[in-house]
């Protein structure tokens, strides 16, 4: 893991962390979506979070690019899934998920 997308991952960590404590009525309740959301069920947490992987580079969401390639990582995704969902990701958002495809493509070089 590079020192750069470890140190994103860690400030992204801390920055949810103290949302959590500083907002908890809102975010217990978003906490609970988030582990519905993502539970296996017809679709597993590995096709989930490259969903949400592939969504977030499409909205150009850097910090959600690194969140859930991180958890796409931790259920299995291996580098050509990753890869077919930056290309979705391009499909659906043009040309500036191309940008922010290249910067998950990195993202997940630091990360692996």
């Not at 850097?62 to 291996?78: K, Q, V």
């Amino acid at each position: 893991m590079t020192t750069h997308h470890k140190d994103a991952a860690t400030s992204i960590d801390k920055r949810v962390g103290a949302l959590f404590k500083a907002a908890p009525s809102v975010l217990t309740p978003y906490s609970q979506l988030m582990k519905a959301a993502s539970a296996g069920g017809a679709l597993d947490g590995r096709t989930k979070e490259l969903m949400a992987f592939s969504i977030s580079i499409a909205i150009r969401c850097e910090d959600c690019i690194i969140f859930h390639l991180r958890a796409a990582l931790s259920h299995g995704a291996g580098r050509e899934e990753i890869v077919e969902a930056i290309s979705v990701a391009i499909e659906m958002g043009g040309g500036p998920s191309v940008v922010y495809g290249g910067r998950a493509l990195e993202a997940l070089e630091g990360l692996s």
